[in-house]
């Protein structure tokens, strides 16, 4: 299993502003996730993390918008830029080892945009 | 694209009710299955998984959910559910490398 610890915990940012969150694996894994989950809703795919190379976004999502970091095989960012109310979230990091795996999650960000 | 249905968005149970969550999914190849759990405040756990062999898949706290490849479907059962089992429930699909796609949720509330 793998343990994923993200920071921060939870947040309250002014619009406009961006905010970084980190995601940090206990373990070497290939694959890095990021979702968001907003309130009463279920997890949507934000974009999948690359080590070495652009993340892949799903539809409707943009990297201008989450530019996301993966250095190294533990650890990914991911940014949430000119934020608005409506990216109040929860945002989640998860991870897989590869194929016939579980995927694990951070506990996630809980994000309040004032 | 895969996508998965979970047909009940809120069930209410008395404590000891048998429990039945039902979930679909669309895609013709072959997939991996999952239930999740995210008790109130908390965040996501698994309760069980299925890749391959027997179709009846046994989770943790009493949990098991059975695929039947024929209709497309995962659903999870508990003969007898707890107050503790108050929680929202997630089905989810992957196929491969891909990331898990997520069904909107099943809120369970159980009373006493």
């Known amino acids: 299993s793998a343990v994923i610890s993200q920071k921060p915990s939870r947040d309250i940012c002014q619009r406009g502003t961006s905010l970084t969150i980190q995601c940090q694996v206990d373990?070497?894994?290939?694959?890095m996730f990021w979702y968001r989950q907003q309130p009463g809703q279920s997890l949507t795919l934000i974009a999948t993390a690359n080590q070495g190379s652009e993340a892949t976004y799903e539809s409707g999502f943009v990297i201008d918008k989450f530019p996301i970091s993966r250095p190294n095989l533990t650890f990914s960012t991911l940014t949430v830029s000119n934020m608005s109310p409506e990216d109040s979230s929860i945002y989640l990091c998860?991870?897989?080892?590869?194929?016939?795996?579980?995927?694990?999650f951070g506990q996630g960000t809980r994000l309040t945009v004032v | 694209a895969q996508s998965v249905s979970q047909h009940n968005h809120h069930v209410i149970l008395s404590e000891a009710a048998s429990l039945e969550l039902g979930c679909n999914y669309s895609y013709g190849g072959t997939v991996n299955l999952f239930w999740y759990v995210q008790y109130p405040g908390q965040h996501l756990q698994l309760l069980l998984k299925y890749f391959s062999g027997d179709p009846l898949v046994k989770g943790i706290k009493g949990f098991e959910a059975e695929f039947i490849k024929s209709k497309f479907s995962f659903n999870l059962r508990k003969p007898s559910v707890q107050w503790s089992d108050t929680a929202e429930y997630f089905c989810?699909?992957?196929?491969?490398?891909?990331?898990?796609?997520f069904g909107k949720g099943t809120r369970l509330s159980v009373i006493a």
């Open positions: 998860s991870s897989r080892t590869g194929t016939d795996t579980e995927a694990f």
């Open positions: 373990s070497q894994v290939t694959m």
């Open positions: 989810a699909v992957t196929t491969g490398n891909t990331p898990l796609v």
